[in-house]
């Protein structure tokens, strides 16, 4: 490629490539996690303090309150369901920080991978419209992630501040005006300027963990959909491999671009499989919880307001849409490794060159294989799995009704 070439690529994928992670990049880049293809000592130290300032705002500022009101209201179950819906997400984002943080430099390859391949893409219309296309679920994603955020900040932070609580609000936890998150202090939160100077933390410590909980989310849809767009490229290159003049090189170059893209996707699975888990404990522990409040207002004929029902269904979807989210992402990903197996298999590599068919094997016995997001390394990331999870916490929705009975 020559340097006029190289330089109008090279413009086109500074746009494209802004354009398809910048939605990202606002999120992870304003907490320090944003995985820079290149920095200096000085910018990463920069990144490392607004990392360290999140983790400990979010751990200091909700975490710790948050379980000290826990222990507090121990034995209460409607006010332990109410305060679990946001410690355990809490403690998720702790985790996902500190995680994420620890892995960033195994993610610098995988986003170098990415600007390379949209470099590439401005060879072939097709391969950069497939790219297009994949790039733009995870910007329709994460556009959503950030409504749903937008949704959260206003009944949690918005309508407390004009007095309205979407909590329950009982003496033991709220003995003045309400806070957004149920906590308990060492000190009066209910004198000036004490209320008003916790009730701002608790705001800006509740953007930042929704931040950091979104973003590192959605940087997993990115990093999938881009991968499976590769691989669809892939499956269209093996696909019509006979059309190519230098067919062999070409399957070397495709053997080559798989192995690439199942170390990435492992990189992937060592780095979010931990944050699955604690996803799964704490989606099973508060479906149940959701639904066995559910059972409640039924039978004791508990009247909530048009904004308590709102609320209450907006969490709801929330944590449904946020597991399915994950189990779709992880369903699709195994859908599309197998579509490369299928087609390397439809190139009859049997009746095909010895020297051909010697280098379709590898494709053969690595797609023979499934891939799989984890949780833990245990739970397959998979539709299926999610309906059995599902199965799982409506089987605890009895055992905590009969509790309460």
């Not at 994460?142 to 206003?154: D, K, Q, S």
């Not at 704490?282 to 039924?298: C, E, M």
Request: charged share 15%; proline share 4%; aromatic share 12%.
């Amino acid at each position: 490629m020559d340097g006029s070439k190289y330089a109008e690529y090279r413009g086109a994928y500074d746009d494209y490539f802004e354009w398809a992670v910048q939605l990202n990049r606002i999120a992870l880049d304003l907490i320090g996690l944003w995985p820079e293809i290149a920095q200096s000592p000085r910018q990463k130290l920069l990144c490392d303090l607004r990392v360290l300032a999140t983790f400990l705002g979010v751990t200091l500022g909700v975490l710790i309150p948050s379980i000290h009101s826990l222990i507090r209201i121990q034995g209460d179950i409607m006010l332990m369901m109410d305060n679990l819906q946001f410690t355990l997400p809490a403690v998720s984002c702790s985790i996902r920080i500190v995680i994420f943080w620890w892995k960033k430099e195994a993610i610098v390859p995988i986003m170098s991978m990415i600007a390379e391949d949209w470099i590439r893409a401005q060879e072939s219309e097709q391969e950069r419209r497939i790219m297009i296309r994949r790039a733009r679920y995870a910007r329709v994603i994460i556009t959503c992630a950030y409504c749903i955020m937008a949704v959260a900040c206003f009944f949690i932070i918005f309508l407390p501040a004009f007095g309205v609580s979407m909590r329950l609000t009982p003496n033991i936890t709220d003995p003045g005006r309400p806070m957004p998150l149920q906590t308990h202090y060492v000190y009066d939160v209910t004198r000036w300027p004490q209320y008003q100077l916790t009730f701002i933390s608790q705001a800006v410590y509740i953007l930042l963990s929704i931040m950091s909980y979104t973003g590192i989310d959605n940087f997993l849809g990115l990093m999938i959909f881009h991968i499976c767009g590769q691989l669809d490229i892939l499956k269209n290159r093996l696909t019509h491999l006979d059309k190519y003049v230098n067919s062999r090189d070409m399957l070397r170059s495709c053997v080559a671009k798989h192995i690439r893209l199942l170390r990435a996707i492992a990189v992937i699975e060592d780095t979010y499989n931990i944050t699955l888990l604690t996803l799964f404990v704490y989606f099973a522990i508060l479906f149940a919880f959701y639904g066995f409040r559910v059972i409640s207002l039924f039978d004791e004929g508990n009247d909530l307001s048009l904004a308590h029902l709102v609320y209450f269904i907006s969490n709801v979807f929330n944590l449904f849409t946020h597991m399915c989210l994950y189990c779709a992402l992880g369903e699709i990903l195994v859908a599309e490794c197998n579509e490369i197996y299928y087609a390397a298999y439809s190139n009859e590599w049997y009746s095909a060159d010895p020297k051909v068919a010697r280098n379709l094997l590898p494709l053969l016995i690595r797609g023979a294989k499934p891939v799989y997001l984890t949780a833990g390394k245990v739970f397959p990331m998979t539709m299926a799995t999610f309906c059995g999870l599902i199965k799982t916490s409506a089987g605890y929705i009895s055992v905590l009704h009969t509790t309460r009975s």
